[in-house]
């Protein structure tokens, strides 16, 4: 175990050293601390845990901590109960940005954004314990040619329920024109509706 100055205090949770410096810095004898099973504390907002360690938070909010898996960041927020609780941001294998927003209990739950490659957003909404709810928007992306960014529009705006397309709904056409707007279920229109521009130009095609 790594013996920090008086600036800071060392504990044991589980397997992880915890360590707190005042100053908001790591002393000299701390900053090998990586190479362990553990990882680092900078203060009791700005937590990194490495490789599932357990922290004890004494039934208190962490408003600052970041997840490891291995090397990858797969999370950083706020965390409870030794799981992600409150806001964070949630990360994929290649720490791109998948989702950011509200978390109960380690699940999507609450208001919260979807991404893909992290910066082309999928969907703004509701979720209920990982699963879209209530209502949200879908977007979609048109295929462009490098160095020209994608053209980011909205695919559908309304209701889900156990994350598909179910309800009151409307879906557009990537010029923004109306496709359909009615009553969805499990994400096809189904009961009263109304079909428009069913002969689109080429600007209007969805994908």
Do not use: A
């Not at 008086?6 to 100053?23: A, D, H, M, Y």
């Not at 009791?44 to 898996?69: A, F, M, T, V």
């Not at 990858?72 to 994929?92: A, C, H, R, S, T």
């Amino acid at each position: 175990m790594p013996v920090c100055n008086p600036l800071c205090k060392i504990c044991k949770c589980s397997t992880i050293i915890v360590v707190l410096s005042r100053n908001n810095g790591l002393c000299n004898d701390c900053k090998n601390i990586n190479n362990c099973n553990i990882y680092k504390v900078l203060s009791k907002n700005n937590i990194h845990i490495k490789n599932n360690n357990k922290i004890e938070d004494n039934g208190s909010l962490i408003n600052d901590i970041k997840y490891y898996n291995g090397d990858k960041l797969v999370y950083e927020g706020q965390y409870f109960n030794n799981m992600p609780n409150g806001y964070g941001i949630q990360y994929d294998n290649l720490e791109k940005m998948v989702y950011k927003g509200m978390f109960l209990n380690g699940l999507r739950h609450g208001h919260g954004l979807g991404f893909q490659h992290g910066k082309y957003i999928l969907y703004e909404g509701q979720w209920e314990r990982g699963i879209k709810v209530g209502n949200g928007i879908i977007y979609n992306r048109s295929y462009s040619t490098p160095p020209n960014p994608p053209k980011i529009w909205k695919y559908y705006q309304g209701e889900f329920i156990n994350g598909y397309r179910s309800g009151k709904g409307i879906s557009y056409y990537e010029s923004g024109k109306t496709y359909y707007e009615g009553t969805w279920k499990e994400n096809k229109p189904c009961g009263y509706g109304c079909l428009l521009y069913t002969s689109p130009s080429p600007r209007d095609k969805r994908q």
